[in-house]
């Protein structure tokens, strides 16, 4: 069983920036890879960004490269999502999920854990 819990949403105006975290317990946190996804109202939620479990492979959607960074902390159990250049597009619930598995992949059916989400809004 693995527990996660995002933390970092709110509110910015387009152009800024928000870190996401996620911290994890209940497994070894190195030992599986993770994965960024968002849900914006009426929509299918999508992917947005996966690292494997060293932090070495990293894999981002179209729409968010070269705004979005993913990172990973094994020491302190951490992911974290570093948002910048926001746009009103952007605006969603942000959910963290791991994947069993040391490598990352863009799909959610891979993913067996979720947490509960955080909400980012980003206002034009």
């Known amino acids: 069983q693995v527990q996660l819990v995002e933390s970092g949403g709110g509110l910015v105006q387009a152009g800024g920036s928000l870190r996401l975290s996620c911290a994890a317990s209940?497994?070894?946190?190195?030992?599986?890879?993770m994965g960024w996804f968002r849900q914006a109202p009426g929509q299918e939620r999508e992917f947005v960004a996966a690292i494997g479990w060293s932090g070495g492979n990293t894999y981002y959607a179209d729409s968010v490269k070269g705004r979005f960074t993913i990172s990973r902390d094994n020491a302190k159990n951490t992911a974290y999502l570093q948002m910048n250049s926001l746009k009103p597009e952007d605006t969603a619930t942000y959910y963290c999920a791991t994947k069993r598995g040391l490598n990352p992949v863009p799909h959610e059916n891979y993913y067996d854990y979720w947490g509960q989400g955080t909400q980012v809004t980003v206002s034009s």
């Open positions: 209940g497994r070894t946190f190195s030992s599986y890879a």
